[in-house]
Nanobody
Framework: QVQLVESGGGLVQAGGSLRLSCAASGRTFSISAMGWFRQAPGKEREFVAAITWRGTNTYYADSVKGRFTISRDNAKNTVYLQMNSLKPEDTAVYYC???????????WGQGTQVTVSS
Protein backbone atom coordinates (compact mmCIF):
# COMPACT_ATOMS: atom_id res chain seq x y z
CA GLN A 1 0.00 0.00 0.00
CA VAL A 2 0.88 3.67 -0.24
CA GLN A 3 1.25 5.80 2.87
CA LEU A 4 0.71 9.56 2.74
CA VAL A 5 2.06 12.24 5.07
CA GLU A 6 1.02 15.89 4.69
CA SER A 7 2.84 18.97 5.90
CA GLY A 8 2.73 22.72 5.43
CA GLY A 9 -0.54 23.75 7.00
CA GLY A 10 -0.83 26.72 9.31
CA LEU A 11 -2.39 30.10 9.99
CA VAL A 12 -2.32 32.81 7.34
CA GLN A 13 -4.11 36.09 6.75
CA ALA A 14 -6.59 36.49 3.93
CA GLY A 15 -4.79 37.17 0.68
CA GLY A 16 -1.75 35.22 1.79
CA SER A 17 -0.23 31.99 0.51
CA LEU A 18 0.64 28.54 1.79
CA ARG A 19 2.15 25.47 0.20
CA LEU A 20 1.10 22.02 1.28
CA SER A 21 3.26 18.98 0.67
CA CYS A 22 2.37 15.32 0.67
CA ALA A 23 5.06 12.66 0.68
CA ALA A 24 4.12 9.17 -0.47
CA SER A 25 5.91 6.02 0.63
CA GLY A 26 5.44 2.30 0.21
CA ARG A 27 4.22 0.95 -3.12
CA THR A 28 4.75 4.25 -4.92
CA PHE A 29 5.17 2.51 -8.27
CA SER A 30 1.44 1.79 -8.15
CA ILE A 31 0.34 5.43 -7.87
CA SER A 32 -2.11 6.51 -10.57
CA ALA A 33 -3.08 9.93 -9.30
CA MET A 34 -2.79 12.04 -6.20
CA GLY A 35 -4.85 14.91 -4.98
CA TRP A 36 -6.26 17.00 -2.20
CA PHE A 37 -9.61 17.14 -0.47
CA ARG A 38 -10.65 19.43 2.37
CA GLN A 39 -13.23 19.47 5.11
CA ALA A 40 -14.38 22.62 6.84
CA PRO A 41 -16.14 22.54 10.23
CA GLY A 42 -19.72 21.41 9.84
CA LYS A 43 -19.33 20.70 6.13
CA GLU A 44 -18.82 17.63 4.02
CA ARG A 45 -15.44 16.71 2.68
CA GLU A 46 -14.91 18.17 -0.81
CA PHE A 47 -12.56 17.67 -3.72
CA VAL A 48 -9.96 20.40 -4.21
CA ALA A 49 -7.44 19.30 -6.84
CA ALA A 50 -5.76 16.26 -8.37
CA ILE A 51 -2.92 15.37 -10.70
CA THR A 52 -2.10 12.25 -12.65
CA TRP A 53 1.19 10.63 -11.78
CA ARG A 54 2.51 9.89 -15.26
CA GLY A 55 0.80 12.45 -17.42
CA THR A 56 0.22 16.16 -17.21
CA ASN A 57 -3.47 16.22 -16.35
CA THR A 58 -4.61 18.39 -13.49
CA TYR A 59 -8.08 18.90 -12.10
CA TYR A 60 -9.47 21.63 -9.85
CA ALA A 61 -12.63 22.48 -8.02
CA ASP A 62 -14.25 25.64 -9.39
CA SER A 63 -13.80 27.32 -6.02
CA VAL A 64 -10.00 27.17 -6.24
CA LYS A 65 -9.32 27.54 -9.97
CA GLY A 66 -6.88 30.34 -10.64
CA ARG A 67 -5.75 30.46 -7.01
CA PHE A 68 -4.44 26.96 -6.27
CA THR A 69 -1.88 24.99 -8.25
CA ILE A 70 -1.18 21.29 -7.85
CA SER A 71 2.17 19.88 -8.91
CA ARG A 72 4.29 16.82 -8.31
CA ASP A 73 7.88 15.69 -8.04
CA ASN A 74 8.01 12.05 -9.07
CA ALA A 75 11.62 11.66 -7.95
CA LYS A 76 10.59 12.64 -4.42
CA ASN A 77 7.18 10.92 -4.57
CA THR A 78 5.71 14.19 -3.42
CA VAL A 79 2.72 16.24 -4.48
CA TYR A 80 2.31 19.92 -3.67
CA LEU A 81 -0.60 22.30 -3.40
CA GLN A 82 0.35 25.94 -3.80
CA MET A 83 -2.46 28.06 -2.41
CA ASN A 84 -2.51 31.77 -3.24
CA SER A 85 -5.02 34.53 -2.58
CA LEU A 86 -6.37 32.55 0.34
CA LYS A 87 -9.82 33.36 1.67
CA PRO A 88 -11.39 32.67 5.07
CA GLU A 89 -13.65 30.13 3.36
CA ASP A 90 -10.55 28.10 2.48
CA THR A 91 -10.19 27.29 6.17
CA ALA A 92 -10.35 23.51 6.52
CA VAL A 93 -8.43 20.36 7.22
CA TYR A 94 -6.70 19.43 3.97
CA TYR A 95 -6.21 15.75 3.15
CA CYS A 96 -3.80 14.26 0.67
CA UNK A 97 -5.25 11.41 -1.36
CA UNK A 98 -4.12 8.69 -3.72
CA UNK A 99 -5.97 6.29 -5.96
CA UNK A 100 -7.14 5.33 -9.41
CA UNK A 101 -10.21 7.55 -9.30
CA UNK A 102 -9.49 11.14 -8.29
CA UNK A 103 -13.04 11.67 -6.99
CA UNK A 104 -13.10 8.51 -4.87
CA UNK A 105 -9.51 7.98 -3.74
CA UNK A 106 -8.34 4.79 -2.11
CA UNK A 107 -5.96 6.24 0.45
CA TRP A 108 -5.96 9.31 2.66
CA GLY A 109 -3.38 11.13 4.71
CA GLN A 110 -3.96 12.23 8.28
CA GLY A 111 -4.80 15.80 7.29
CA THR A 112 -3.25 19.19 7.93
CA GLN A 113 -5.07 22.25 9.24
CA VAL A 114 -5.21 25.42 7.17
CA THR A 115 -6.70 28.48 8.85
CA VAL A 116 -7.22 31.75 6.99
CA SER A 117 -7.99 34.76 9.15
CA SER A 118 -9.96 37.74 7.87
Amino acid sequence: QVQLVESGGGLVQAGGSLRLSCAASGRTFSISAMGWFRQAPGKEREFVAAITWRGTNTYYADSVKGRFTISRDNAKNTVYLQMNSLKPEDTAVYYCTEGLNIRTPDRWGQGTQVTVSS
